[in-house]
T-cell receptor
Framework: AQSVTQLDSQVPVFEEAPVELRCNYS??????LFWYVQYPNQGLQLLLK??????LVKGINGFEAEFNKSQTSFHLRKPSVHISDTAEYFC????????????FGIGTKLQVIP | DSGVTQTPKHLITATGQRVTLRCSPR?????VYWYQQSLDQGLQFLIQ???????AKGNILERFSAQQFPDLHSELNLSSLELGDSALYFC?????????????FGNGTRLTVT
């Protein structure tokens, strides 16, 4: 079984400030890790993914995430946020073998303040 | 545009009724997933189909059922509806069943049970 914990339900941040959204996971097997973003009244879109290789992963819209196996974390970062980044962000984990059963975190609402 | 189409966008119905939600996956995708999103439960995995066959089951109630047709579109049937079934229902698709394939989400069906 696997689980995902997003430690912050809401994160307010001023425009052009840096932001980090935290994600920790638990799994008995190797996993793939994902971050998705959900804008109002839309479905989720993939931001970035970690499958293997370099632990620093770059995604769309200037976001990046770092996989830390020892701390079982996959935190999402952006050095300077824009108003348009206001959305809900979901961390997700999927077992690396067998059928894909993706488990999502509860989500973190990022509110960018002008 | 993710390429995943869900209909209808909104559905309002009364308790005890039955509804059908429809999903057309992205062209070429064989896997379809259904998720329920509510404020208190977050994004809950309901069920997955691959090329017409059920592959994984999550927290799906017995009152709910789904199927994937030969043309790969899928339907989620919700019966004996209760107030607590009010939620956003998302369909997602991916090319395969492997965990390394990101999910592509539709814009969801908002179900309101009165």
């Amino acid at each position: 079984a696997q689980s995902v914990t997003q430690l912050d339900s809401q994160v307010p941040v001023f425009e052009e400030a840096p932001v980090e959204l935290r994600c920790n996971y638990s799994s008995s097997v190797s996993v793939y890790l994902f971050w998705y973003v959900q804008y109002p009244n839309q479905g989720l879109q993939l931001l970035l993914k970690y499958l293997s290789g370099s632990t620093l992963v770059k995604g769309i819209n200037g976001f990046e995430a770092e996989f830390n196996k020892s701390q079982t974390s996959f935190h999402l970062r952006k050095p300077s946020v824009h108003i348009s980044d206001t959305a809900e962000y979901f961390c997700a984990v999927s077992p690396s073998g067998g059928y894909q059963k993706v488990t999502f975190g509860i989500g973190t609402k990022l509110q960018v303040i002008p | 545009d993710s390429g995943v189409t869900q209909t209808p966008k909104h559905l309002i119905t009364a308790t005890g009724q039955r509804v059908t939600l429809r999903c057309s996956p992205r062209s070429g995708d064989l896997s379809v997933y259904w998720y329920q999103q509510s404020l208190d439960q977050g994004l809950q995995f309901l069920i997955q189909y691959y090329n017409g066959e059920e592959r994984a089951k999550g927290n799906i109630l017995e009152r709910f059922s789904a199927q994937q047709f030969p043309d790969l579109h899928s339907e989620l049937n919700l019966s004996s509806l209760e107030l607590g079934d009010s939620a956003l229902y998302f369909c997602a698709s991916s090319p395969q069943t492997g965990g390394n394939s990101p999910l592509h989400f539709g814009n969801g069906t908002r179900l309101t049970v009165t």
